[in-house]
């Protein structure tokens, strides 16, 4: 499912005018998210453990915000963590709306995987876009019924395709995504019930522009 920027900015507005209480400070928090690597095989059988591996994630609340926000978790590309993702926090956070950039290579010794795409296959992205939002729907200044996930390239597979049910079914959590927004997504694949979608994510975002 994708989403338009426009209609996240919505959300934030919406979030904004209805708080209650005095406005708090910004605060930028780094959280450790315990995921695990599989190939793309082990991740379409869904028949391995994986290797558990503990990545880095950037915790971004707006100033002036309520007690609890949306958030947006950021997923880079191939070339990691840019100027790309840290852009798009701040446009959030001026919007009034948390951002969670993810870091998807340091904690797996990876740098960039422009010229070596085998060093992290993209699904293997999804099942830290899940362990990402279990953290933030923990955190005690976070909606948890109002986190999206944005992803670019490389990281659009994971932020697009947490959409399809058999895949949250089989790698997510409690909690599910709010909207799943996809930038330059690779095409060129399709995967066996990639249409069925999460039935309760196309209700949940409608609700967050209509809603305070």
């Known amino acids: 499912m994708r989403v338009t920027t426009a209609t996240l900015l919505v959300l934030a507005a919406t979030t904004l005018a209805a708080q209650a209480g005095s406005p708090l400070p910004g605060r930028i928090e780094i959280h450790a998210v315990k995921s695990r690597t599989v190939t793309g095989d082990e991740f379409l059988r869904a028949d391995a453990p994986g290797r558990d591996v503990i990545l880095g994630g950037e915790l971004r609340l707006p100033v002036g915000a309520p007690q609890k926000v949306p958030v947006v978790i950021l997923i880079h590309g191939s070339g990691g963590i840019s100027a790309g993702p840290d852009a ?98 690779p095409c060129n694949v399709t995967y066996r019930d990639d249409t069925r979608l999460v039935q309760r994510q196309s209700a949940s975002f409608t609700a967050l522009a209509t809603t305070t």
């Open 88 to 185: 798009w926090a701040r446009t959030l956070n001026e919007a009034g709306v948390g951002a969670f950039i993810l870091d998807t290579f340091t904690g797996r010794g990876i740098v960039s995987t422009i010229e070596d795409q085998e060093q992290l296959n993209s699904l293997a992205m999804m099942v830290d876009a899940y362990r990402a939002l279990d953290v933030l729907a923990a955190h005690p200044r976070v909606r948890a019924d109002r986190i999206a996930v944005m992803g670019f390239s490389k990281g659009a597979v994971a932020a697009v395709y947490s959409a399809s049910e058999r895949f949250r079914s089989t790698y997510g959590g409690a909690n599910g995504f709010a909207a799943h927004i996809g930038f330059y997504t």
